[in-house]
């Protein structure tokens, strides 16, 4: 043989080698791994309904196969990544920054708003039916700075803040058994986004880091920013022009807005997250996925999702449930772990 | 040996052959394959600039090395991928469903702005500082139906519309050295994205299909849908609510509402471009590399882009080129060929 010859000819060979025993490890992950992936969950229906799912899109010979480029999951944040309790951590960052300024402006801490929050006032926060006092405090905290600077307020906040209830850092409280789902779907060429009420900006900040999402799938509240050159040089400055409130019916809309197109999973806790249940699993032309994370654990976590006056709160979605067959977590009984050590 | 112990031996052996017989592959290469992969260029300056980019922020031991999550290429889409002339196509796609429509409907057909579209009366729709005429051209072909019927009827059009100048369909007549572009950045770890004024839901349609980007990187004008039950199927409707405007100074905005961060490549072809080649260059932390695509060939395509009225004018970002180190594709001397066969 030529050299040319020799080398395509052990290329070839070479290559079916490797396709050869990675086949047989496919074969060995698919009887095990996806057990070994989602470890800190107990053998509970929902984990073995998500495996058999997820061998079904994947496998090319299964009449549910779907193309790579389709396989997308979203997941709300706030009570489906990690806790949102005593506040959802978005609100614990701007009450902390509105005490700190308090503390060094005396004209600041005046503003009625402002003592609503240093006296944690919640109920005058979300008087009214737009919560204004809550929209002002927003607006004091995630407007009229430039993004680089947003983030720098974050990036510093989420390094040191502390929880009230577990004493870590906000960002080490993750659920466990969800990163392990994000880690179980990416591995089966899912791409996994955030579609969260949360505000993307704070969410873009950490992302990436904590749950292995880069900004550009991390969908949530925004405003549009304003473009400026200062000194020559580009600016995007954070205002509330065309606020998008990326709860409930404006989670499908964010979706389509930045996807534009149907996910086949779809992880939430609460009502706010019905609307992206329905849009994910009713009608889809495509087999689909959908879970709801219900808090029934008040010793490792929180129980407060029955409360009808909870933020949180999970009734219509918990209902329809069994209709639409979406998985109900038990996360007292389907959790073996609720974070990492 | 027992056959576990083989089953390993010719694993690694077989991944190192695998590996060596690859690493041949890439340094051929560095060498030849990126000027095989933009065939269709000259061998210009912007070629060689671009060629010399990319291996730069790819090369691990170089202080320009970007990681590959970073690699975000933006391009606006019409006169930068595709022709703009005579009209940008998206209003060929809007005015034949307005003519359509009057064919068979006497009482929209007496509309003023109707009867402007067929009487190709463009000053009439673009009059006035909002284009009124034109929004309602718009509105009536871009909303009020569901995402789906909107799809289809783009899907439709697309399928069977023709070019008057060339002959041919539409989506026949992307710039091949531009496809080029986005394959070779591609093949680079780059993640590529169109940044239109164009509506992302127009583009989404075809985008994937015709330049191998899927529907999340198409970041373009639009408004809110509004999510709706209609016999308990979730249905999304096309409004003109939060009308977003993706040109000019929108551009960055769309970019951070988009990814959340900034790219390090763009191409443009006019001043409502330059915002997007400022943000992606000038102050960026990372390398960048910004080019515009100037329009000088009239026998093959069109020469229009330094008319003070053209609608794709480039006069501000032609001017500010040099300054900024842009690189200006000259079409006529620098594109071998324009089209594919």
Not at 38 to 54: E, G, M, P, R
Not at 64 to 82: H, I, K, Q, S
Not at 269 to 285: F, W
């Amino acid at each position: 043989m030529s050299t040319s010859i020799f080398r395509a000819a052990s290329f070839v060979f070479a290559c079916c080698l490797v396709a050869l025993l990675m086949a047989q490890d496919t074969m060995a992950q698919l009887d095990g791994s996806a057990t070994e992936a989602l470890k800190s969950w107990n053998d509970c229906a929902t984990k073995q309904a998500l495996i058999a799912f997820v061998q079904r899109v994947c496998d090319p010979k299964s009449s549910d196969f779907v193309p790579e480029p389709e396989r997308l999951a979203v997941f709300d944040n706030d009570g489906t990544l990690w806790p949102e309790n005593p506040v959802p951590f978005q609100l614990a960052y701007a009450f902390d920054v509105v005490s700190k300024r308090a503390a060094n402006d005396a004209e600041f801490a005046k503003h009625p708003m402002v003592q609503a929050v240093l006296k944690k006032d919640i109920p005058t926060l979300l008087a009214g039916d737009r919560h204004e006092g809550l929209l002002q405090v927003i607006a004091m905290t995630h407007a009229g700075m430039s993004v680089e600077e947003f983030q720098k307020s974050v990036s510093a906040w989420i390094s040191q803040a502390i929880h009230p209830k577990y004493n870590k850092r906000y960002d080490q409280l993750t659920y466990l058994p969800m990163q392990e789902v994000l880690g179980y779907l990416r591995a089966n060429g899912f791409k996994t986004y955030i579609v969260s009420g949360g505000g993307a900006d704070f969410m873009r900040v950490w992302s990436e880091r904590v749950y292995g999402i880069p900004p550009e799938q991390v969908i949530g509240s925004s405003a549009k920013t304003k473009f400026e050159l200062r000194d020559g040089k580009p600016v995007l400055i954070k205002t509330l022009d065309q606020l998008f409130v990326d709860d409930k019916a404006g989670k499908p809309v964010g979706i389509h807005q930045s996807i534009g197109r149907r996910p086949i999973v779809c992880f939430g806790n609460s009502d706010g997250d019905l609307a992206m249940l329905q849009y994910t699993t009713i009608g889809n032309p495509r087999p689909s996925f959908g879970a709801i994370v219900h808090h029934t654990d008040e010793v490792r976590e929180y129980l407060y999702d029955s409360a009808p006056k909870s933020s949180g709160k999970l009734i219509e979605a918990l209902a329809e449930a069994p209709k639409q067959g979406w998985h109900v977590i038990d996360m007292k009984l389907d959790w073996a772990k609720v974070y990492s050590e």
